[in-house]
């Protein structure tokens, strides 16, 4: 039978549109990146990172003011500062930055910054009346290298190379203003691979924080300050948390769970219920003896009746040369609060005189911050202080 020119043609046009069709199906779809372009808003009453979900990483640095600082200098460093973290956050490059490329992928970044006591004396400024050092506690062993600095710069997101490029990078930018005291950096669960909004675990395996402040009038009433020339900021307490985590794995499940009063696998009370269940301290079990023990690490903090905003990352570093450790695991324990003389402190010597868990934990480092307000498109960091 013959073809004609134009059957040939259209036969040859349908193949090649199945061929094509095939083709495009074949072709994978492209995978999404959901923390490509996940930002959280810089601008507000508040600074990002004190309410924000915790992310996985978190870089925080300790600086102190070069000699001759006072507050204009502090003034062009926090424009500086506030400018380039502005930036970030949005996934856009610094003014003068010679690597757009490495912002590309903010992943929840943000940046959160403190003025320590130092800092207001040389700035000459009114501090707020708890800017001290926290008293010290008898089992304390603090290393001054963990001590307190005169700013602090917490950058958290939710992926490494951002967060340690934007560590890099305001670094740099300080580096006419500031000098580096120590970098603290730690981790949580990676996004996604928990459900959201679950309360994450230390490496002792516990969930931490499960009694955090949840909603707008919580943080209203335990977090922000709500009046006076520090309204709108908050105080940060960084202790140092050394965990021995080789004595700890030697006890058995039950013992683990006594110590801290909840169970490991849901965080619930040992007198039963989930999570966020109240504790019954008054339960007794078979023999008589209280169910959650008095001293456990939930009931001595319970029993003061101070509550903290708690956002603890892990560390995990390798054993000091010659310890015959396995391993060099902690805490950075960042506790936001109005006023710790009067929720924190009281809390941390109420665990200090006594709590099981003591026999497991060393505070080596202790540092207090006010957390400046949040800032407008136009403000930077700590204007209403700096030009008062």
């Not at 490059?93 to 320590?116: D, H, I, K, R």
């Not at 001293?295 to 015959?324: D, Q």
């Not at 710790?340 to 941390?348: G, R």
Request: aromatic share 8%; glycine share 10%; proline share 7%.
């Amino acid at each position: 039978m013959a073809v004609s020119r134009r059957g040939f043609l259209a036969g040859s046009a349908g193949v090649a549109s199945i061929s094509m069709l095939a083709a495009c199906a074949d072709e994978p779809e492209t995978p999404p990146l959901p923390l490509r372009e996940a930002t959280v808003d810089f601008h507000g009453a508040h600074q990002a990172g004190v309410a924000t979900p915790e992310q996985a990483c978190l870089n925080l640095i300790g600086f102190n003011l070069k000699d001759g600082a006072d507050a204009k200098v502090v003034a062009r460093l926090m424009r500086l500062w506030t400018e380039d973290a502005r930036r970030l956050a949005n996934g856009q490059n610094p003014l003068g930055s010679l690597e757009p490329e490495m912002t590309a992928w903010p992943a929840s970044l943000t940046f959160t910054c403190g003025f320590g006591e130092g800092l207001f004396a040389k700035a000459g400024m009114d501090k707020p009346e708890w800017l001290h050092d926290i008293p010290a506690m008898t089992r304390d062993k603090l290393d001054p290298k963990w001590g307190q600095t005169d700013l602090v710069l917490q950058i958290c997101c939710d992926d490494p190379v951002m967060g340690a490029w934007a560590m890099r990078h305001m670094t740099r930018a300080g580096v006419d203003y500031v000098e580096t005291a120590w970098v603290q950096q730690g981790f949580v669960n990676a996004r996604g691979a928990t459900p959201e909004g679950e309360t994450p675990r230390n490496l002792f395996g516990q969930v931490d924080g499960t009694v955090n402040p949840h909603t707008e009038e919580e943080y209203n009433e335990q977090v922000w300050i709500p009046s006076g020339p520090f309204a709108g900021g908050t105080s940060l307490v960084v202790r140092r948390i050394a965990m021995n985590l080789d004595t700890w794995e030697l006890l058995d499940r039950r013992s683990r769970e006594e110590a801290v009063g909840r169970t490991l696998d849901t965080g619930a009370p040992l007198t039963g219920g989930d999570e966020f269940s109240e504790p019954d301290f008054e339960a007794r079990d078979e023999y008589g003896l209280p169910v959650i023990d008095r001293n456990s690490h939930m009931a001595r903090a319970r029993a003061v009746g101070t509550k903290i905003l708690r956002r603890p990352y892990n560390y995990n570093l390798p054993p000091e040369p010659g310890s015959g450790e396995l391993s060099n695991a902690g805490l950075v324990f960042m506790s936001y609060q109005r006023d710790p003389d009067e929720s924190f402190t009281p809390m941390l010597a109420h665990l200090d005189e006594v709590d099981r868990l003591n026999e497991w934990i060393t505070h080596i480092g202790s540092a207090v911050y006010y957390i400046v307000p949040g800032v407008g498109e136009s403000d930077y960091w700590g204007q209403s202080l700096l030009e008062a």
